[in-house]
T-cell receptor, first 115, second 117 residues
Framework: DAGVIQSPRHEVTEMGQEVTLRCKPI?????LFWYRQTMMRGLELLIY????????DSGMPEDRFSAKMPNASFSTLKIQPSEPRDSAVYFCASSLRKNSNQPQHFGDGTRLSIL | AQTVTQSQPEMSVQEAETVTLSCTYDTSENNYYLFWYKQPPSRQMILVIRQEAYKQQNATENRFSVNFQKAAKSFSLKISDSQLGDTAMYFC??????????????FGTGTLLAVQP
């Protein structure tokens, strides 16, 4: 079975540009999570969805960040405008509610560098 | 609010030896799950082992085992017969359990383990 698929794997762009990160969860999973990993703050949950509906976005740092899940097989995390402090690795993860202790399956992450 | 603490930023172990990584957490919940994730240089997040808080028996997965002390809120990971491929960042994580509802993972800051040949 295919795992969580994220694209791109690496992104380098100049500050002020719009950045869009993409995620395809595991088929059948009903929860999707977006995390950010930095050296200073470790792994932080930004937002998560259940059945395509955002449930908790309290981790989204500011209005420059937005996330959508238009359907069960696709989600985006957008940063506009981007800033150098947004440089990090962004992970997407998915899980299945039916098994309450089912761990989250992570994608390989997108390494984002804002110059 | 729940917190997860990993007090060892870095550790080193000789190949074939045993190493224990520490994790403590703080919660007022009675039902929850605990996990150890491994992140090798490839940056994948790989589940190593999980423990349900209502189970007294410590979880074991091949060379990996945990020492779960619920009263002390401690959840250490023991790696036996360490292999070079075990070199990675290890994260301890906590998840509340609400009658079957998935909830968010709260991660510790990680322990970087280096296995020396």
């Amino acid at each position: 079975d295919a795992g969580v698929i994220q694209s791109p794997r690496h992104e380098v762009t100049e500050m002020g540009q719009e950045v869009t990160l993409r995620c395809k969860p595991i088929s059948g999973h009903d929860y999707l999570f977006w995390y950010r990993q930095t050296m200073m703050r470790g792994l932080e949950l930004l937002i998560y969805f259940n059945n395509n509906v955002p449930i908790d976005d309290s981790g989204m740092p500011e209005d420059r960040f937005s996330a959508k899940m238009p359907n069960a097989s696709f989600s985006t995390l957008k940063i506009q405008p981007s800033e150098p402090r947004d440089s990090a690795v962004y992970f997407c993860a998915s899980s299945l509610r039916k098994n309450s202790n089912q761990p989250q399956h992570f994608g390989d992450g997108t390494r984002l560098s804002i110059l | 609010a729940q917190t997860v603490t990993q007090s060892q930023p870095e550790m080193s172990v000789q190949e074939a030896e045993t190493v224990t990584l520490s994790c403590t957490y703080d919660t007022s919940e009675n039902n929850y799950y605990l996990f150890w994730y491994k992140q090798p240089p490839s940056r994948q997040m790989i589940l190593v082992i999980r423990q349900e808080a209502y189970k007294q028996q410590n979880a074991t997965e091949n060379r990996f085992s945990v020492n779960f002390q619920k009263a002390a809120k401690s959840f250490s990971l023991k790696i036996s017969d360490s292999q070079l491929g075990d070199t990675a960042m290890y994260f301890c994580a906590f998840m509340k359990h609400y009658g079957g509802a998935t909830n968010k993972l709260i991660f510790g800051t990680g322990t970087l383990l280096a296995v020396q040949p």
